[in-house]
């Protein structure tokens, strides 16, 4: 189970060449409603363009271990013909001093579309973000698009009933356990019946949603910016080692003393592992 990637990417020369040759090219699809005469709203269609580059950074993100992605894209075709279609382009962000995982950022998007159009779980080392913005992308409001398809050179993903239904199973197929969480408490939303922030630990996923009870607001406004300890039952995917999500029980504020040292684990597990018994391991020890 490899949760960064370590491996030196491939060299600029031969990046490239992979550019030139449009082998990184993204093209996504779209048509639609009969209503709008086969047009595409433009609100509908930013909408579209935001979650897949959400979808790209997370994947980015998770392969790099650096917190933020490292790439950005460039439209380098459109068409308005029907189906409307836009073709997107990825580019190390300026000023970036380690390897962007362009290309494998690229090719593990598309693996990961084609385990949910073959009914699989995402990969383990997916982040519980990337799993999250990739079943968005894939759930796309069919009172607004009459059909959506991304592909490639090599490959094309029809965003259809099928795949749709196989992330929604996967979605609501939960794993619970109850335990704890350290972390940055950040991003408070206080708005709407289910009141929630992001914690962001210092080693595992980049960022974990916390959902609180309204009468704990005081405690965790004033907690907001401080590192802090969260009890509580913690949401899992099946397959995921870490969790998505957690229903907040306690919080308490910690003390600079109250934080250990903790380096962020990378490795592989040997491939006769039991994949599944040692997520739940790690999960405990986590």
């Known amino acids: 189970m490899q949760l960064c990637s370590q491996q030196t990417s491939v060299s600029l020369t031969q990046l490239l060449q992979r550019m030139q040759t ?26 579209r363009l ?7 950074n997370a994947i980015n993100t998770s ?28 580019h190390a962000n300026e000023n970036t001093d ?14 990961e579309l084609a385990r949910f159009a073959r009914r699989e779980h995402p990969s383990a080392d997916l982040s519980p ?19 959506m398809l991304i592909h490639n050179q090599s490959a094309t993903v029809e965003l259809g009933d099928e795949i749709r239904s196989a992330a929604q199973r996967y979605l ?20 709407g019946t289910r009141k929630s922030f992001y914690i962001y630990p210092t080693s ?7 959902d609180f009870q309204p009468r704990m607001k005081d405690r965790v406004r004033d907690a907001l910016d401080h590192r802090v300890r969260i009890t509580g039952r913690k949401h899992y995917r099946r397959n995921q080692m870490f969790p998505h999500m957690i ?3 306690d919080l308490e504020v910690l003390n600079v003393s109250d934080i250990p040292h903790l380096v962020k684990f990378a490795g592989v597990l040997p491939a006769d592992l039991d994949t599944d018994a040692e997520i739940r391991r790690m999960r405990d020890e986590w």
Request: proline share 3%.
């Open 22 to 47: 449009g082998e990184l090219h993204i093209t996504l699809e779209i048509e639609g409603r009969p209503e709008d005469s086969g047009h595409v709203r433009l609100s509908y269609l930013l909408e």
């Open 50 to 56: 935001e979650v897949l580059q959400q979808s790209l």
């Open 63 to 90: 392969l790099t271990c650096q917190g933020r992605t490292l790439l950005h894209y460039r439209v380098v075709n459109a068409s308005h013909n029907s189906p409307f279609r836009v073709v997107i382009e990825p």
């Open 98 to 111: 380690v390897d962007a995982k362009v290309e494998e950022t690229h090719h593990r998007f598309f693996g």
């Open 129 to 147: 973000d990337a799993v999250e913005k990739m079943a968005e992308l894939i759930q796309w409001d069919k009172k607004r698009f009459s059909r």
């Open 172 to 191: 609501a197929d939960e794993e619970f356990s109850l335990g704890q969480i350290e972390g940055l408490l950040e991003a408070i939303n206080l708005h």
């Open 204 to 210: 595992g996923p980049t960022r974990v949603k916390c």
């Open 247 to 249: 229903e907040v029980r």
